[in-house]
């Protein structure tokens, strides 16, 4: 019976393939925990790293703002994919906002400053009402209808409002190439590694565009602008006349909202909401902040962010498939795997198809089933009885819920037995051209 404690044998002794049991030491060449903090540090530091929250609601301790961010990043670390999709959202809806200021003549207005306003970064104080915060779409809105002058706001004030720790990013920009880099050396010289390297480069993967799109949202950020307006806010619902006739459930601007479109997550918070009935009444009403999770774009996705949400779904669940052929302790895990993996990209498959498809078929389905208009597949969604919605919702995230469950928790398991080459180190004298 094989010891608990192993160290590497000599490359000759064994082929790369064979598995070796129990905990590894690391004095002959890599060792169990070299694979393990790698991969634990690199996932830590991106998903603490790359969050970029709404400010906090005024009055919340800092113990609250925290344990916030903590849930998030257990949130991240098991749905990276998902946090990617949600800051490509808000990109989408921050750069429509920019496009929209620019045909009302306003070009300094900027991706930071349409971030700050839908994290909640502008205040409104009318004279009538108690101040809450307005968005990029409700401040186009009172700018375009002449309410409220433009907030000509130095863009510098708003970066001034970040608190993020540029260096915790550097870091983490540090690990990511590194970890990458060996990632490479090991594929060319045909080095094994193991299905928990595999996952974290997965999330690495995410954890690049999910940079990029909120590359210009303030992090950690907590002040606030304050923008007086003399209209009054009883004045402007009666000259919004029909649209501002239902009550609010936010705040009294509920009303400046288009026709409801499809982001890459409508679909993802609606079933959620039917599943655990997550639309809480608000304890404060007019709200102090917006919520971290919805962002939809006024005007929907274009093709090429509905392609780009596309690829980054279908890479991350992709590259788990990379790991079909591995060696896994068991011949069972490796049969879960496959069968795990498959389902992911399955099931992302047919949530792209119903984003796509369904929004075209929408309004014949609607017509012909339900006698009543839908545009979108969000809308063609609401249309469907709960009896349906509920196995539909259940299905759908119990499946992909399931498959990234034992994903997650294998790569922590399959370090018990390795084949040998996972732990050989690169040699990278080999890549240095010989004269």
Known sequence: ???????????????????????VDQPDGRGTIDILQSCVVTIFLCSWSVLCLNIPEKGKSRRHVLLTKLRWVAFTIFFPEVLTALAGDQ???ASQSVSDFRELAYPQWTMRHAYFADMGGFILQPPDFPPFPVDAQQL??????????????????????????GFARFITTVQIGWFGIQCLGRAFQHLPMSSFELSTLAFVFCTIPTFFFWRHKPLDAEGTICLRMESRISDILIQAKESASKPYNLTPLDFVRPRPQTG??????????????????????????????????????????????????????????GGWNFHFPLAIEQTVWRIASSAMVGIVIIYLMFIGVGTLIAPVVARKYFNTEAKTCLELLALLPRSIQIPLFSGALLGYGSARLYIFMEGFVSL????????????????????
């Open 91 to 93: 990109y989408s809806s």
């Open 264 to 321: 890459l997550l409508t679909p993802f918070w609606l079933c959620l909401e039917r599943l655990f009935d997550s639309r809480k009444e608000n304890s404060a009403i007019p709200i102090q902040t917006f919520r971290n999770t919805k962002r939809v774009p006024p005007r929907g996705l274009k093709r090429v962010e509905f392609a780009v949400g596309a690829f980054i779904g279908l890479g991350y669940t992709g590259i788990h498939l």
């Open 140 to 165: 186009h809105y009172l700018v375009a209808n002449h309410y409220l002058p433009f907030p000509d706001t130095d863009e510098r004030d708003i970066w001034n409002a970040n608190k993020g720790d």
């Open 416 to 435: 018990r037995a390795l084949p040998v080459g996972t732990y050989g180190s690169v040699n990278w004298a080999n890549f240095i051209p010989h004269v």
């Open 1 to 23: 019976m094989a010891s608990s404690t192993s160290s590497v044998p000599p490359p000759n002794s064994t082929t790369p393939s064979a598995l070796m049991r129990g905990w």
